[in-house]
């Protein structure tokens, strides 16, 4: 049984939703807590709990943490009326100031110490609460058995969460050796009558799920224009690879973050495994079989 606790955005891309769903379902794995990251966290920890709660695991601990990346403006981020895509769902909620950041963060700090046995961090978001942990909580460090990232695409563009949060990533890069898991090994996707017709609506967390889905379809513009675009996996991808590695090529290498998000090998980086690529045919049966709420 391997313990995960879950560092979130869930709530704009449906991946991180799906992503929970498989960590729910797969009978290796033990989620010990989740939290939550990046702009309106109350709606991102609404919808995990609402997930949990629908698979009888109410008892995991949920908990929102920072809104806004290190050395983000507060202000700005508070005054923002972005709307995750699928947080539609939520009913209104009270706003978690952006200015009470390193409350929650601290809050996190403690209930990861309260944890008795080892765990692994999986970060399928912006970098941010496990940055501020190590800055500002070090001891949570010690407690975390790996640190497993879906960040990172090398020689390329900057990646999405690495760019939200650039001083995280560099920060968890350097002080923590992760396995990255970037876009070469989980940019694969289920076709829209795969993903839908894989979830049982009478299932209570399927249900949910596909609502999130469907929500995300109609509040996001790019795929207004495509209604048979795919849905594409990177966070469940990642989740695949801690409880299944060997449909994972992995290797270790040496990486640096620039500051403009763009990760590139170098011989003076800091030391990452990095998935180069994955068995999509092995990884798919996987995840299609715990979205149907079969055991892989």
Not at 105 to 113: D, G, P, Q, T, Y
Not at 212 to 217: L, N
Not at 271 to 293: F, H, Q, S
Request: glycine content about 6%; overall charge negative.
């Amino acid at each position: 049984m391997m313990n995960i606790w879950l560092d979130t955005d869930i709530g704009s891309d449906v991946d991180d939703a799906v992503c929970l769903l498989c960590a729910i379902r797969h009978p290796e794995v033990r989620l010990v807590g989740v939290s939550t990251v990046m702009h309106r966290v109350e709606i991102n920890s609404w919808l995990a709990r609402e997930m949990l709660s629908r698979a009888n695991l109410a008892q995991v601990p949920v908990l929102s943490g920072a809104a806004v990346a290190l050395g983000g403006d507060a202000a700005a981020e508070d005054a923002s009326d972005w709307m995750p895509s699928h947080g539609r769902l939520a009913p209104p909620l009270p706003r978690d100031s952006a200015h009470d950041d390193a409350a929650r963060v601290a809050a996190i700090a403690e209930a990861m110490l309260a944890i008795a046995e080892p765990y692994h961090l999986l970060t399928i978001g912006p970098l941010t609460n496990a940055a501020r942990l190590l800055r500002d909580h070090p001891q949570v460090r010690k407690r975390w058995a790996s640190v497993t990232c879906m960040a990172g695409w090398l020689d390329a563009r900057g990646e999405y969460n690495v760019e939200c949060d650039v001083p995280a990533a560099q920060a968890v890069v350097a002080e923590t050796a992760p396995t990255m898991v970037g876009l070469e090994a989980s940019s694969y996707t289920l076709t829209r009558q795969e993903a839908e017709g894989a979830l049982d609506p009478s299932d209570p967390v399927s249900a949910f799920l596909l609502d999130c889905y469907r929500e995300y379809r109609a509040h996001s513009d790019w795929l207004k224009e495509d209604e048979g675009k795919p849905m594409t996996l990177y966070d469940a991808i990642t989740l695949i690879s801690m409880v299944r590695p060997d449909l994972f090529t992995l290797q270790q290498v040496k990486v640096l973050v620039e500051n403009d998000g763009r990760m590139r090998l170098t011989d003076d980086g800091s030391p990452v495994t990095y998935a180069t690529a994955c068995d999509w045919d092995g990884v798919k049966r996987v995840i299609i079989e715990l979205m149907r709420g079969r055991l892989p």
